[in-house]
């Protein structure tokens, strides 16, 4: 069965603080794994998608790395307005069309 | 703004009673999803479709039913509502690109059930 594990739960940063968010995933095979992020009472917003170990993406102040067994959000000097909730998502090869997600990790950055 | 739109965003609805929410597309994506988001439990999958009269179930499909007689268009339907069911509803829609399969999502619907 495909599961994905979101650390941590919660992080408390202060601005400038750079930090790492991590997502283990389990699946038979992947064919992409995705970061969301989510403010509250909105729906997710998609922010990358990596699809081979060793893949790198970068926007902004956010920078994800992905290996065989694990990806990384690295948040790099982050300011209030990165304070969210982050999701990991895997697409398995398993299917072709569901995602499965984590619990997700809620950021909150102080000033 | 992946051209999402859910309807209603906000409902108040009795155990018992029928509750249908809607979701419209205008991007002629061929897949579209229903998602439910829980604390604890994170975003689980209602049902999908994968065209115009295919759907499957999700993980969580108990209690609810869908149609998508057109493209644009999915609605999920709660045909007698419970308390467990009150959770904020999630569309989304994808299509295939390279390998994977980005799923975009819309606003929400809130639904509580009393």
């Known amino acids: 069965e495909d599961q994905v594990t979101q650390s941590p739960e919660a992080l408390r940063l202060q601005e400038g603080e750079s930090s790492s968010l991590n997502c283990s995933y389990t699946v038979s095979g992947l064919r992409g794994l995705f970061w969301y992020r989510q403010d509250p009472g909105k729906g997710p917003e998609f922010l990358f998608t990596?699809?081979?170990a060793g893949e790198e993406k970068e926007k902004e102040r956010l920078k994800a790395t992905l290996t065989k067994k694990e990806s990384f959000l690295h948040i790099t000097a982050p300011k209030p307005e990165d304070s969210a909730t982050y999701l990991c998502a895997v697409h398995p090869i398993s299917n072709d069309y569901k995602l499965s997600f984590g619990a997700g990790t809620t950021v909150t950055v102080r000033a | 703004d992946a051209g999402i739109t859910q309807s209603p965003r906000h409902k108040v609805t009795e155990t018992g009673t029928p509750v249908t929410l809607r979701c419209h597309q205008t991007?002629?994506?061929?897949?579209m999803y229903w998602y439910r988001q829980d604390p604890g439990h994170g975003l689980r999958l209602i049902h999908y479709s994968y065209g115009v009269k295919d759907t499957d179930k999700g993980e969580v499909s108990d209690g609810y039913s869908v149609s998508r007689s057109k493209t644009e268009d999915f609605l999920l339907t709660l045909e007698s509502a419970t308390s467990s069911q009150t959770s904020v509803y999630f569309c989304?829609?994808?299509?295939?690109?390279?390998?994977?399969?980005?799923?975009?999502f819309g606003e929400g619907s809130w639904l509580t059930v009393v």
């Open positions: 989304a829609i994808s299509d295939r690109d390279r390998a994977g399969n980005t799923i975009y």
């Open positions: 991007e002629n994506h061929r897949y």
């Open positions: 990596l699809y081979s």
